[in-house]
Every structure is written in C-alpha cells, then in structure tokens.
Nanobody
Framework: QVQLVESGGGLVQTGGSLRLSCAASGLTFNTYTMGWFRQAPGKEREFVATITWSSLRTSYTDSVKGRFSISRDNAKNTVYLQMNSLKPEDTAVYYC?????????????????WGQGTQVTVSA
C-alpha cells in the first residue's frame, strides 16, 4: 500500500516562501512519477507540478512557473515543492501524488495515490 505524507505547510505573508515535503513509503520510489496538486475552498483540485522518476523532466502549471520548483531525492524517498514569492491566490490544501511510470513524460494525468494534504495559507 502506497503511503504519502506531506509536511511543511503553514501561514506565510505575501512574498514569503515555504518548502513542502512528501515522504513516500510502500513503493519502489524510483519507478514512480511524483506530483503536487492543490485545492482551494469551492474550487476543483488543480495540477501544480510533476517530476519524472529520474528528474529528467518537470512540468508546472502556468500560474506557478518561475516561483515554484519541484525536486526529488530518490535516496530519501522524498519529493519537495519549493514555493517562493507566494501570493494569496496560492492559498490551498496541497496534496502529494504518485503514479508508477518509467516514462520520461511529466504528464499530470493518471495519478492514483494521494496524500492527506497540508494547508498553505498566504495572508495579504
């Protein structure tokens, strides 16, 4: 059973930074594409970023390009999301996700395993 546990969320002022972490277990981590998604109240869950098993390719939604960076450490079974220049519209619950894929495609489709989420709140 795949288990994903997010951490690092919190309250930050506009322009500040946070680093989210996702610790994975129950999977062969270096055979999985990993991703981050977020959901704000009253809105649909939104793709944020993905990273392939070897870190050769990443993908970002347009609204976070240049501000967020996804990375992974396969030796630690951990994926990160560095969030800089945060805006109030980034406020959401952030979810870690995983899908088994050895492809070098960073597609946001097909994720089947999800963490419980961590709250990020950005004050104006």
């Amino acid at each position: 059973q795949v288990q994903l546990v997010e951490s690092g969320g919190g309250l930050v002022q506009t322009g500040g930074s946070l680093r989210l972490s996702c610790a994975a277990s129950g999977l062969t981590f270096n055979t999985y594409t990993m991703g981050w998604f977020r959901q704000a109240p009253g809105k649909e869950r939104e793709f944020v970023a993905t990273i392939t098993w070897s870190s050769l390719r990443t993908s970002y939604t347009d609204s976070v390009k240049g501000r967020f960076s996804i990375s992974r450490d396969n030796a630690k079974n951990t994926v990160y999301l560095q969030m800089n220049s945060l805006k109030p519209e980034d406020t959401a619950v952030y979810y870690c996700a995983a899908k088994r894929s050895l492809s070098q495609s960073a597609s946001a489709q097909g994720f089947g395993s999800w963490g419980q989420g961590t709250q990020v709140t950005v004050s104006a």
